[in-house]
């Protein structure tokens, strides 16, 4: 049976992830921070915290792949006084560390969790595709992709095949951060100022991730490099916005509003980051993986949303 090592397991796309690998026939290792985190049913390895003094050896043995899902991931109110150098030891040197271990143990396929970020925070002109020149205008971004050259470093002249996955925004029930915000605000019924919007913003459901990684995990010949995935379409902020209403059965709220006046009180609030997501393009084209591994996304946006508000209704609102 393939034994696969999965980091990050705990966090939002690892508690969808690792039931499909199991009921797919994967044997599953969970790389855990601490014991607490334990999974009943799984093998459990504790190894702390993700960096450069990370040991792995016990946690490799006898492991086939490796899905790195773990990462310190943007967040709204940073902490740390120097924001790149904590991405970079998460990131960059622990993912390293990691892809020495896998390369050393014998595995077979690393697949790594980055980011659009890695490539642009927007998309003016045109979708990105995996030819569009890097140029991370963030820390997070940044640290991204050094982690996929990391990778790439590690596995030179060794038998691991590094793939890295450049996600975009990823929704699905457990789902938290602006997306859940979005939830939270058409329940609400608020009225947003956000009618006058004309982006174009590609998403990616939980669903849609996990079926990819699995086909990653078991496409056949070389496969190394990194690609972007995505749903399809990609699909404007209010386009969003009233589709979330009409699956709650809660119509959205949305009336124009001038797009410089909404950068303005981004300014103003300190903001500008938040706003650029909901105004900004971040439009993407996964032609290349989807040809590569002959894939087709399993769910549309429709149904993507669906298993989204259901999960949100049920867990969150108690109905």
Known sequence: MTRVLVTGATGFIGRTLVPALAHRGYRVRLALRRETARWPDFENCVVGDINGATHWSAAMDGVDHVVHLAARVHVMQETASDPLAAFRATNVTGTHRLAVAAAAAGVKRFVHLSSVKALRDVSDGGPLDDETPPAPGTP??????????????????SSLEAVSLRLPLVYGPGVEGNFRTLLD?????????LASVRNRRSLLFVGNLTDAIMKTLEA?????GT???????????????????ETLGRRARLVPFPTSGLKLAGTLLRQPGLVDRLLADLAIDDAALRHRLNW????????????????YVKTQRGL
Request: net charge positive; charged share 20%; aromatic share 8%.
């Open 227 to 245: 690609y972007l995935i995505c749903d399809r379409p990609a699909i404007s902020t209010p386009a969003l916005i009233r589709d979330i209403g």
């Open 220 to 224: 056949p010949g070389p496969l190394g």
């Open 296 to 311: 087709r996304s399993p769910y549309d946006l429709s149904a993507g949303l669906y298993e989204t508000v259901m999960w």
């Open 185 to 193: 605000l058409c329940w609400q019924r608020r009225t947003l100022p």
């Open 140 to 157: 997070y971004g940044l640290s991204k992709r050094e982690a996929e050259l990391a990778l790439a470093d590690a596995a030179r002249g």
